[in-house]
C-alpha cells in the first residue's frame, strides 16, 4: 500500500503514489543502469539515511518495480534489480534528466553527478534514428560499474548487464568514450595510442563507431 494516497481517479496520481517520494526516481535511475547491491545504492544517493533506503527499497518491491537475487561467485551477493514493469519507466526518468539539466549550477554539478546520468541519454540525443548495428556494446570506464548498450531500430537503449556484450570497451574516463562514439577520436587512434582497450570482436567494434551518424541541424 503506497505511503501517500491521493485518492484521485488519475493515472498520474496512481503513478505519483508509486514512485513520486523523495529518492525513489533516483533509486530508479540507478537500477536502469544495472543491478545494485545494497552499498552500491547507498553509496551512489549520498545523504540517504539508512532506514529510508531500506523502506523504499521494500516498497519498490512490494509494489512489482524492483527483485532482488542472490549473485553466483565470485559477486555472491544480493542484487537490486528492476523488474520489466520497473525497465518501463526508462523514458520517463530520462526525459525528467533532459528537462532539468538547464538547472544545473556549478554547485550542483561538483555536488551530484552521476556517472550513470551520462550513456543512454547522450547517445539518444545525438545518434541519428537510421542507425542499426545490433551490436551489444559493454564499456568499463574507470572504477565504475559496466554500462552495456545495445542498438535496436536505430535506437540506443540499456541492455540486462546480464546479457554478454559482443565488445567490451575499456576506457580511463568518459571523455575518451564520448570522443569515440562522437566521431572526433578515431577507435583505432585511441587504440594505438593505449586511451582505449578491446576485449572481443574488435571489427564489431570499429562497426559501431563508424555507423553512427551524429544528427545534424539546420
Same mark, same amino acid.
Do not use: C
Given at each position: 500500500?503506497?505511503?501517500?494516497? &491521493? +485518492?484521485?481517479?488519475?493515472? /498520474? ?6 514512485? $513520486? ?10 537500477? !536502469?543502469?544495472?543491478?545494485?547491491? &545494497?552499498?552500491?545504492?547507498?553509496? #551512489?544517493?549520498? $545523504?540517504?539515511?539508512?532506514? !529510508? ?7 519498490? *518491491?512490494?509494489? +512489482? !518495480? ?9 559477486? #555472491?551477493?544480493? !542484487? &537490486?534489480?528492476?523488474?520489466?514493469? =520497473?525497465? *518501463?519507466? *526508462? ?8 528537462? $532539468?539539466?538547464? /538547472? ?20 539518444? %540525443?545525438?545518434?541519428?534514428? =537510421?542507425v542499426s548495428t545490433g551490436t551489444i556494446i559493454g564499456f568499463d570506464i574507470g572504477t565504475e560499474s559496466r554500462v552495456t548498450i545495445e542498438m535496436i531500430e536505430g535506437r540506443a537503449r540499456l541492455a540486462s548487464p546480464r546479457v554478454e556484450p559482443d565488445v567490451i570497451v575499456m576506457a580511463p574516463d568518459y571523455a575518451t568514450v564520448v570522443g569515440v562514439?562522437? $566521431?572526433?577520436?578515431?577507435? %583505432? %587512434?585511441?587504440?594505438?595510442? +593505449?586511451?582505449?582497450?578491446? %576485449? +572481443?570482436? /574488435? ?16
Amino acid at each position: 500500500m503506497p505511503a501517500k494516497q &491521493y +485518492g484521485l481517479s488519475s493515472a /498520474l496520481a496512481r503513478s505519483l503514489e508509486l514512485v $513520486g517520494d523523495r529518492w525513489t526516481l533516483l533509486l530508479i535511475r540507478e537500477l !536502469l543502469v544495472a543491478p545494485r547491491r &545494497y552499498s552500491d545504492l547507498h553509496k #551512489a544517493l549520498r $545523504g540517504i539515511p539508512t532506514n !529510508l533506503l531500506a523502506d523504499r527499497l521494500r516498497r519498490l *518491491e512490494d509494489d +512489482g !518495480l524492483i527483485d532482488r537475487y542472490e549473485a553466483p561467485p565470485p559477486v #555472491a551477493t544480493t !542484487l &537490486y534489480e528492476l523488474t520489466p514493469r =520497473g525497465h *518501463e519507466l *526508462e523514458d520517463s526518468v530520462l526525459a525528467l534528466m533532459r528537462w $532539468g539539466a538547464p /538547472l544545473l549550477t556549478d554547485s550542483t554539478r561538483s555536488n551530484e553527478l552521476p556517472p550513470t546520468d551520462w550513456p543512454i541519454l547522450w547517445l539518444r %540525443d545525438v545518434l541519428d534514428p =537510421g542507425v542499426s548495428t545490433g551490436t551489444i556494446i559493454g564499456f568499463d570506464i574507470g572504477t565504475e560499474s559496466r554500462v552495456t548498450i545495445e542498438m535496436i531500430e536505430g535506437r540506443a537503449r540499456l541492455a540486462s548487464p546480464r546479457v554478454e556484450p559482443d565488445v567490451i570497451v575499456m576506457a580511463p574516463d568518459y571523455a575518451t568514450v564520448v570522443g569515440v562514439l562522437g $566521431g572526433s577520436l578515431p577507435i %583505432d %587512434d585511441a587504440i594505438e595510442s +593505449g586511451q582505449l582497450k578491446v %576485449d +572481443g570482436d /574488435l571489427e564489431r567494434a570499429r562497426m559501431f563507431t563508424k555507423q553512427l551518424r551524429i544528427k545534424t541541424t539546420g
